[in-house]
C-alpha cells in the first residue's frame, strides 16, 4: 500500500543528548530532507530541537 511509501515512521532524537525520542510520520514529497522541530524534551526541562533519524 502507498501509505508506508509517501508517509514513514520517523524517529526524533533530541539534539540535547539526552536520549529522549519522539515518533512521528512526514510526507516524504513535502519534506524530502530530514525534519527538524522544536520540542519538548522533559529530562532537560525545556524546548530543544529535535532531527530526524535515519
Do not use: C, Q, W
Amino acid at each position: 500500500m502507498a501509505r508506508n511509501e509517501v508517509r514513514p515512521i520517523i524517529k526524533m532524537r533530541s539534539t540535547a543528548g539526552t536520549g529522549t525520542t519522539y515518533v512521528t510520520r512526514k510526507n516524504r514529497r513535502n519534506d524530502p530532507d530530514r525534519l527538524v522541530l522544536r520540542k519538548y524534551d522533559p529530562k532537560v526541562r525545556r524546548h530543544v530541537d529535535f532531527r530526524e533519524e535515519r
